[in-house]
């Protein structure tokens, strides 16, 4: 068999990866702190999305002392005042990039009765604010903290202002916690359970990959291991990686509440990898490689780089522009950029590719039928899976509840798309599905036993038959019980 060529694609990668893992890390909410000198009197800092009843906010901010102006009506003008908003519309996506309103316009739409400024100043005492004095320079050094009530899950948003002033200037550090329990103290409401999921559904793919290695094993001591069958296992000894290093960045998150970005980055890497080592796959099979020949023509090779080129390099993209360019003030869901559109429409011209290749295979082989049917309508759904999860992601599910529903759905349909492939063949006992016939007793695993009680695998109905082996007639042989084993 000719293995498919990607030269190009195997030079593109490993500069992609150095750029992706050297783009600098998002400051996300959790632990935040820094240096922020601006000419502007109201700034964005982070969000949060706070538990109903255990959120919990503490700060220290420092900034250079002011003198207080003598002038009546100008002292609300000297000092600055962390802003918080919610997600309510009246509120954050009122004031967020609204060009039309200044600086007293955006406090303006805050309850007072809610709490929701603390002015850093010594006559404001929940500031906890003190005058500290370092090399000569008079500091103002505010320490304390809020909790947040609420009758649901809210997004908070955490904002700087001095209005009327000469800019801001101040050095800042941030806890925001939800509870003391290890899984849920630095986690974001939002992302409640995504490391239990990850954990869950990476034991899970250890699993399918030891049987899928088990499996290969036996059908290479028979000589029988094709190309399409390891292709298989890649893909799922990639997503074990992903999903491992996704398990490393969330657990040292739930630590520290920082986590390594360029773990994250990694792990979303090798997440698109198997993604597309499995499409890559879908397609082969559905253009008949190992099941109907045993080699592609140059053409379509050349189709299938290009293609999965387009594909690899549109995943980087979206990868680059979530981390440079998605808006750290809106919570955006990954499809929701020209990259996330785009790799939609790439999925369902990969679907339309691999209706059209599957058609053809049938065209020329109908005795495959039996295996493609199944095979067709079961990676239908998967294939549809992607487009519809983005539109209930980006419409249906709330934004306080998106990225831990939209992370187990995702793993969901990756778990779907290896376990198909792996019990598969003990789902339909369907004789002459490959082109391969094998007598029952060389197969390396033992068949469920409804498949010994069908009529179809009777001895009246052995006879001699032409089997046709990768595109070659062998001539005839006696053709014993079958069975449905499309990756032999």
């Given at each position: 068999?000719?293995?498919?060529?990607?030269?190009?694609?195997?030079?593109?990668l490993?500069?992609?990866?150095?750029?992706?893992?050297?783009?600098?890390?998002?400051?996300?909410?959790?632990?935040?702190?820094?240096?922020l000198?601006?000419?502007?009197?109201?700034v964005?800092?982070?969000?949060?999305?706070?538990?109903?009843?255990?959120?919990?906010?503490?700060?220290?901010?420092?900034?250079?002392?002011?003198?207080?102006?003598?002038?009546?009506?100008?002292?609300?003008?000297?000092?600055?005042?962390?802003?918080?908003?919610?997600?309510?519309?009246?509120?954050?996506?009122?004031?967020?990039?609204?060009?039309?309103?200044?600086?007293?316009?955006?406090?303006?739409?805050?309850?007072?009765e809610?709490?929701?400024?603390?002015?850093?100043?010594?006559?404001y005492?929940?500031?906890?604010?003190?005058?500290v004095?370092?090399?000569?320079?008079?500091?103002?050094?505010?320490?304390?903290?809020?909790?947040?009530?609420?009758?649901?899950?809210?997004?908070?948003?955490?904002?700087?202002?001095?209005?009327?002033?000469?800019?801001?200037?101040?050095?800042?550090?941030m806890?925001?916690?939800?509870?003391?329990s290890?899984?849920?103290?630095?986690?974001?409401?939002?992302?409640?359970?995504?490391?239990?999921?990850?954990?869950?559904?990476?034991?899970?793919?250890?699993?399918?990959?030891?049987?899928?290695?088990?499996?290969?094993?036996?059908?290479k001591?028979?000589?029988?291991?094709?190309?399409?069958?390891?292709?298989?296992?890649?893909?799922?000894?990639?997503?074990?990686?992903?999903?491992?290093?996704?398990?490393?960045?969330?657990?040292?998150?739930?630590?520290?509440?920082?986590?390594?970005?360029?773990?994250?980055?990694?792990a979303?890497?090798?997440?698109?990898?198997?993604?597309?080592?499995?499409?890559?796959?879908?397609?082969?099979?559905?253009?008949g490689?190992?099941?109907?020949?045993?080699?592609?023509?140059?053409?379509?090779?050349?189709?299938?780089s290009?293609?999965?080129?387009?594909?690899t390099?549109?995943?980087?993209?979206?990868?680059?522009?979530?981390?440079?360019?998605?808006?750290?003030?809106?919570?955006?869901?990954?499809?929701?950029?020209?990259?996330?559109?785009?790799l939609?429409?790439?999925?369902?011209?990969?679907?339309?590719?691999?209706?059209?290749?599957?058609?053809?295979s049938?065209?020329?082989?109908?005795?495959?039928?039996?295996?493609?049917?199944?095979?067709?309508?079961?990676?239908?759904?998967?294939?549809?899976?992607v487009?519809?999860?983005?539109?209930?992601?980006?419409?249906?599910?709330?934004?306080?509840?998106?990225?831990?529903i939209?992370?187990?759905?995702q793993?969901?349909?990756?778990?779907?798309?290896?376990?198909?492939?792996?019990?598969l063949?003990?789902?339909?006992?369907?004789?002459?599905?490959?082109?391969?016939?094998?007598?029952?007793?060389?197969?390396?695993?033992?068949?469920?036993?409804?498949?010994?009680?069908?009529?179809?695998?009777?001895?009246?109905?052995?006879?001699?038959?032409?089997?046709?082996?990768?595109?070659?007639?062998?001539?005839n042989?006696?053709?014993?019980?079958?069975?449905?084993?499309?990756?032999f």
């Amino acid at each position: 068999m000719e293995p498919l060529r990607a030269p190009a694609l195997r030079r593109l990668l490993p500069p992609l990866l150095l750029l992706l893992l050297s783009l600098p890390p998002r400051a996300r909410a959790k632990y935040v702190r820094g240096n922020l000198s601006s000419k502007e009197d109201w700034v964005f800092l982070t969000r949060f999305c706070f538990l109903s009843d255990y959120g919990r906010l503490d700060f220290r901010f420092r900034y250079p002392e002011l003198p207080v102006p003598n002038i009546s009506g100008l002292q609300a003008k000297c000092c600055q005042n962390i802003l918080l908003y919610f997600d309510d519309p009246s509120q954050w996506p009122a004031v967020y990039k609204a060009g039309d309103k200044d600086c007293l316009a955006k406090e303006s739409v805050i309850r007072p009765e809610n709490n929701q400024v603390i002015n850093l100043t010594t006559q404001y005492a929940w500031s906890g604010c003190q005058v500290v004095s370092e090399e000569g320079t008079r500091y103002l050094s505010c320490s304390s903290g809020r909790s947040f009530r609420s009758v649901r899950e809210r997004w908070w948003y955490i904002a700087l202002s001095k209005c009327g002033g000469d800019g801001l200037q101040l050095e800042y550090e941030m806890v925001l916690t939800n509870g003391k329990s290890f899984w849920t103290r630095h986690f974001s409401a939002d992302e409640f359970g995504i490391l239990e999921t990850d954990v869950t559904f990476l034991l899970i793919f250890i699993l399918i990959f030891f049987l899928s290695c088990y499996f290969g094993y036996l059908l290479k001591g028979r000589q029988l291991l094709h190309t399409t069958y390891k292709m298989f296992m890649a893909a799922a000894g990639v997503e074990v990686l992903s999903l491992l290093f996704f398990c490393i960045y969330w657990g040292q998150y739930a630590t520290d509440g920082i986590g390594n970005e360029s773990v994250k980055i990694l792990a979303k890497l090798l997440f698109s990898s198997s993604f597309l080592i499995f499409l890559l796959m879908l397609i082969l099979l559905g253009k008949g490689f190992t099941v109907t020949r045993g080699r592609i023509s140059h053409a379509g090779s050349v189709k299938l780089s290009v293609y999965m080129t387009l594909y690899t390099l549109t995943h980087v993209v979206l990868l680059i522009y979530e981390a440079e360019f998605f808006d750290p003030g809106q919570v955006l869901y990954t499809y929701e950029s020209p990259a996330g559109y785009g790799l939609i429409g790439l999925q369902v011209a990969a679907y339309v590719w691999f209706c059209y290749a599957v058609l053809v295979s049938l065209r020329h082989f109908p005795e495959k039928q039996p295996f493609y049917v199944p095979f067709f309508a079961a990676y239908t759904l998967w294939f549809f899976a992607v487009p519809v999860m983005a539109l209930i992601a980006n419409f249906g599910i709330p934004k306080w509840a998106r990225e831990k529903i939209v992370n187990g759905i995702q793993l969901g349909i990756h778990l779907y798309a290896h376990g198909v492939f792996l019990i598969l063949p003990f789902l339909f006992c369907i004789p002459t599905a490959f082109p391969t016939l094998l007598d029952l007793s060389t197969l390396p695993l033992p068949l469920p036993k409804f498949c010994h009680h069908r009529p179809l695998f009777r001895k009246k109905h052995l006879g001699w038959h032409r089997v046709k082996l990768l595109g070659s007639w062998v001539g005839n042989r006696r053709v014993q019980h079958h069975i449905f084993f499309f990756f032999f």
